[in-house]
């Protein structure tokens, strides 16, 4: 049966018109979704434990008879890694280990203290510090997400955070195995089976249990994304994740089935993914159409495809492969995928993506498991302004300043000087007192 996916062409009159339509997202929650969750935040404020025991009980099916018998054990942690089958939990541990080793080397060059001492001999600087304590929100409705344990708790430990608390959902009580075994390689603290908007308010606001922390990762449906925007500023807080995306970038190089199954890889999530080619060459647009075509219905999750493309993929024939870069920084991509026998001609044409994956062999299906760079990135066009979750969003940075008695000398009159124009005389004298 034909996939009835969008085919654009950049040179046809209405495109500007058709393109704005495909990339149109509201990120804005159901009205009725943002009124439930401010009364379950407000309630789980007011009453702590007994609020969360009561909607774990109602949205979960799991009947518990305190929130500390909730919370995971290290040893069932560890229970659940030495319980894994040999080549699962090796597979397990070298992506661990790729992925701390991937975010130590980004600590050191983006996240170290420095300072240094000017001709006066004021010191002038900067102090890195890790975040006290942080919350990890891991997805356990209609899947588990072991990888996002590692890509969320791995930085956090690479960045020296004292405590890592993981909360996530078990419904009817089951819990994953997997994700207790990445919770146990990627130093989780402590762990509790808990989720929806709940949660993230125990962990925001703190309960008799569940420790208050200082910032709060990870995916979640819905409700735990307006959770994460309500209780924003009592707490930090990574992003506001939209449907997941791919943008991939041919040349007409690589092999077609390849690229069909690179657009299914994002598709699969969820209907309102979106998955998009950009290429020059349109025989090659119709050869990945014939792939997508004949490949979805060897697909367990054809149906969930399926809406995918048709409701928000597409295939779009560009005039060029630079055009196609140009309206590539337009999309601002969660994953952009250069499929070209010569990646890194275009890669400096582009600007705007959560992940950029370069060459035909690198899939992103890759970078969301072992590659080691973070799968937790922007969506929705943020990339234009946001990053990848990194080693960076668990710490802080503070300013130092020591000023030298030669130091106020110089500082002084120009502070003085500016706070007078400001009209704020205190600020005057304290500067000039030095002066004296």
Same mark, same amino acid.
């Given at each position: 049966?034909?996939?009835?996916?969008?085919?654009?062409? #950049?040179?046809?009159?209405?495109?500007?018109?058709?393109?704005?339509?495909?990339?149109?997202?509201?990120?804005?929650?159901?009205?009725?979704?943002?009124?439930?969750?401010?009364? %379950?935040? &407000?309630?789980?404020?007011?009453?702590?434990?007994?609020?969360?025991?009561?909607?774990?009980?109602?949205?979960?099916?799991?009947?518990?008879?305190?929130?500390?018998?909730?919370?995971?054990?290290?040893?069932?942690?560890?229970?659940?890694?030495?319980?894994?089958?040999?080549?699962?939990?090796?597979?397990?541990?070298?992506?661990?280990?790729?992925?701390?080793?991937?975010?130590?080397?980004?600590?050191?060059?983006?996240?170290?203290?420095?300072?240094?001492?000017?001709?006066?001999?004021?010191?002038?600087?900067?102090?890195?510090?890790?975040?006290?304590?942080?919350?990890?929100?891991?997805?356990?409705?209609?899947?588990?997400?072991?990888?996002?344990?590692?890509?969320?708790? %791995?930085?956090?430990?690479? &960045?020296?955070?004292?405590?890592?608390?993981?909360?996530?959902?078990?419904?009817?009580?089951?819990?994953?195995?997997?994700?207790?075994?990445?919770?146990?390689?990627?130093?989780?603290?402590?762990?509790?089976?808990?989720?929806?908007?709940?949660?993230?308010?125990?962990?925001?606001?703190?309960?008799?249990?569940? /420790?208050?922390?200082?910032?709060? #990762?990870?995916?979640?449906?819905?409700?735990?994304?307006?959770?994460?925007?309500?209780?924003?500023?009592?707490?930090?807080?990574?992003?506001?994740?939209?449907?997941?995306?791919? @943008?991939?970038?041919?040349?007409?190089?690589?092999?077609?089935?390849?690229?069909?199954?690179?657009?299914?890889?994002?598709?699969?999530?969820?209907?309102?993914?979106?998955?998009?080619? @950009?290429? /020059?060459?349109?025989?090659?647009?119709?050869?990945?159409?014939?792939?997508?075509?004949?490949?979805?219905? #060897?697909?367990?999750?054809?149906?969930?495809?399926?809406?995918? @493309?048709?409701?928000?993929?597409?295939?779009?024939?560009?005039?060029?492969?630079?055009?196609?870069?140009?309206?590539?920084?337009? %999309?601002?991509?969660?994953?952009?995928?250069?499929?070209?026998?010569?990646?890194?001609?275009?890669?400096?044409?582009?600007?705007?993506?959560?992940?950029?994956?370069?060459?035909?062999? #690198?899939?992103?299906?890759?970078?969301?498991?072992?590659?080691?760079?973070? !799968?937790?990135?922007?969506?929705?066009?943020?990339?234009?302004?946001?990053?990848?979750?990194?080693?960076?969003?668990?710490?802080?940075?503070?300013? @130092?300043?020591?000023?030298?008695?030669?130091?106020?000398? &110089?500082?002084?009159?120009?502070?003085?000087?500016?706070?007078?124009?400001?009209?704020?005389?205190? !600020?005057?004298? &304290?500067?000039?007192?030095?002066?004296?």
């Amino acid at each position: 049966m034909t996939v009835a996916i969008r085919r654009l062409t #950049t040179a046809a009159f209405e495109f500007e018109q058709d393109f704005q339509r495909l990339l149109h997202w509201s990120a804005d929650t159901d009205r009725e979704i943002e009124t439930r969750v401010a009364q %379950i935040l &407000a309630d789980v404020r007011a009453r702590g434990d007994a609020a969360v025991l009561e909607y774990t009980a109602r949205f979960d099916g799991v009947q518990a008879a305190s929130v500390a018998a909730l919370e995971i054990p290290q040893a069932e942690l560890q229970a659940a890694l030495a319980a894994l089958a040999p080549a699962r939990r090796a597979a397990l541990e070298d992506a661990a280990r790729r992925v701390r080793d991937y975010h130590e080397r980004q600590r050191d060059a983006c996240c170290r203290s420095w300072s240094y001492r000017d001709a006066d001999g004021t010191l002038l600087g900067q102090k890195v510090t890790p975040l006290d304590r942080v919350g990890i929100y891991v997805p356990g409705g209609k899947a588990a997400y072991p990888s996002s344990v590692l890509m969320n708790a %791995i930085p956090a430990q690479v &960045a020296g955070v004292g405590e890592i608390v993981m909360v996530v959902p078990t419904p009817k009580g089951e819990r994953n195995a997997l994700v207790l075994a990445a919770a146990a390689v990627a130093g989780v603290h402590r762990a509790f089976a808990i989720g929806g908007a709940q949660a993230v308010a125990a962990l925001a606001y703190g309960t008799a249990t569940v /420790p208050r922390v200082d910032k709060i #990762t990870g995916p979640g449906n819905a409700y735990v994304a307006s959770a994460k925007k309500h209780v924003f500023g009592q707490v930090g807080i990574d992003m506001i994740a939209g449907p997941s995306e791919i @943008l991939v970038l041919a040349d007409g190089t690589t092999p077609p089935d390849w690229v069909a199954m690179d657009l299914f890889s994002q598709a699969e999530h969820d209907e309102l993914a979106q998955s998009i080619l @950009l290429c /020059p060459d349109g025989g090659y647009i119709d050869r990945v159409q014939q792939e997508i075509e004949r490949l979805l219905p #060897t697909m367990p999750r054809a149906g969930i495809i399926r809406a995918s @493309l048709e409701g928000r993929g597409a295939l779009i024939h560009t005039r060029s492969m630079e055009e196609a870069c140009a309206i590539a920084n337009r %999309i601002a991509p969660e994953h952009l995928e250069v499929a070209s026998a010569e990646p890194q001609r275009w890669e400096p044409l582009l600007r705007h993506a959560g992940a950029i994956f370069l060459g035909a062999f #690198t899939s992103e299906s890759l970078g969301d498991y072992c590659a080691g760079p973070n !799968h937790v990135l922007p969506t929705s066009g943020t990339a234009r302004f946001s990053s990848p979750l990194g080693v960076y969003d668990f710490v802080k940075r503070s300013s @130092l300043i020591e000023v030298s008695d030669a130091g106020a000398k &110089a500082l002084g009159p120009i502070a003085g000087e500016l706070a007078d124009g400001e009209g704020l005389p205190a !600020h005057a004298e &304290a500067a000039r007192m030095r002066l004296r």
